[in-house]
């Protein structure tokens, strides 16, 4: 222990390092999203965070199916991981998710919204998030 | 003969006071194999960049790295534009780095300051992509550093 401990105290780093890939398809690369109970899963974030979904009423997962859109607005990122997770007990196969913030939002929290919408205290959310544009 | 220094009794104390010591020692030994890493630190062009922290626990790669900051960007630290045009303007391609990466696509970490807004995040990406680099690695600090 002696000899470990000043040697981990010269080689440790203070800070680690870890990574959020992101994939940036080109035109038509991207692959279509599969057909599902909820669909179009996008937040929006900026003052506010809201997210939209269109989701199914039906559990018949057609292309002409009853579409419902919804929007929820939430003010902090411990209630959207609730909002979300109830989308994801809708729809457990769906893993894609649109992250829209708006343009005067910081790094920090675009990095932490990132990590919000990819899991959560019950396990994973939605691991395939997006970046987007705000209208 | 008598002894200058009589011989100190042994009474089992100092034993007693090395058991916390070796307690503090292995606490000491856990917080670091856990915060253990060989990452090189983050030297920026910019002395005020900060990462932000993430959950994530992918390990990153030692690849060449773009540094946004709030006053330029950074392409393996040396400053190659300006930011303060275009978080001005509207135009969404930023040319000096399309050009550079344009010749020379790859793979590539993005490390972005907490403090830049995404206004700047999203018209690097959109040069990078339009310029043929897919692959990229979004860095931040392990929430588990030291």
């Not at chain 1, 080109?26 to 003052?47: A, I």
Request: net charge negative.
């Amino acid at each position: 222990m002696f000899l470990l401990l000043p040697l981990l105290l010269l080689t440790t780093s203070a800070q680690k390092l870890v990574g959020i890939e992101l994939h940036l398809p080109g035109p038509g690369e991207l692959p279509p999203e599969l057909p599902g109970t909820v669909e179009g899963l996008e937040v929006v974030l900026g003052d506010s965070i809201v997210v939209r979904a269109r989701v199914r009423r039906s559990d018949v997962v057609t292309s002409s199916g009853e579409v419902e859109n919804r929007e929820v607005r939430v003010q902090d990122l411990a209630s959207l991981q609730a909002t979300l997770r109830s989308f994801k007990d809708l729809d457990p196969e769906q893993r894609r998710i649109l992250l829209v913030p708006e343009d005067a939002v910081n790094g920090a929290r675009v990095i932490a919204a990132m990590d919000a919408l990819r899991s959560d205290s019950e396990g994973e959310l939605f691991p395939q998030v997006a970046l987007g544009v705000a209208p | 003969m008598r002894r200058l220094c009589p011989p100190v009794e042994s009474t089992g104390s100092s034993w007693a006071a090395l058991a916390p010591m070796v307690d503090l020692l292995t606490i000491l030994l856990v917080f670091l194999l856990k915060s253990w890493s060989t990452d090189p630190p983050v030297r920026p062009g910019d002395p005020d960049f900060a990462l932000p922290s993430s959950t994530s626990q992918n390990p990153v790669d030692s690849i060449r790295a773009l540094d946004l900051t709030e006053s330029g960007i950074f392409l393996a630290g040396a400053r190659v534009a300006g930011t303060r045009y275009y978080l001005d303007q509207d135009e969404e391609l930023i040319q000096e780095l399309y050009e550079i990466f344009l010749a020379n696509p790859g793979r590539l970490q993005v490390r972005v300051d907490e403090e830049v807004s995404y206004k700047l995040i999203r018209k690097v990406l959109f040069t990078l992509r339009e310029a043929g680099v897919t692959d990229i690695t979004l860095v931040a600090l392990s929430r588990d550093s030291l």
